[in-house]
């Protein structure tokens, strides 16, 4: 079971071992698999960031694959420089999703991969970006597509992979 670093990932992952009566897998927690990085955006809601720098301008930052946001601002409330979660890690200060990608999926190569390649299933909880740059990346998604692919929150979705990891299929549960 890999999950990110981030609270909310890290409760689902157990609420879904859980309902699989699975609370002794092993869980692996990785900042790598965090939501994007929203640099200066973060901790406004949609409402303020319009407010602040325009409806059109946060579209372009939350939909454009590879503009990312403001930087956020070091020592700011939301700085992660000295979250122990993060000790070592150089945390960047904001991220497109073309740099979620690029965080994911050596993560995706070095870690989960070989699991796969082992036989194994693996469950994965992460959140709407890091979990795109895996859809992108096992579904061939192109880089334009990959930024109107939606994500729905709280909806597994279940991959059946070729002895390649190809896709073979993707579904949702119901």
Sequence with gaps: AFTSVQTRAIKTLNLALEAMDRLWLPVTKNWQLN????????????????????????????????????????????????DRRYAGVAIPDAESLKDTIARV?????????????????????AHGNSLRALVKHLSGISDDAIVHEEIPTGRPMVYEL??????VERRYLD
């Design 35 to 82: 939501e994007r990085h929203y640099g200066g955006l973060t901790g406004l809601d949609k409402a303020e960031t319009a407010a602040k720098h325009g409806e059109a301008q946060v579209k372009i930052w939350r939909r454009s694959f590879d503009i990312p946001p403001p930087p956020l601002a070091r020592g700011s409330q939301y700085d992660l420089s000295g």
């Design 105 to 125: 999926l050596p993560y995706w190569e070095s870690a989960i991969v070989p699991e796969l390649r082992a036989g194994k299933r693996v469950i994965i909880t």
């Design 162 to 167: 070729a002895d390649d990891l190809t896709a």
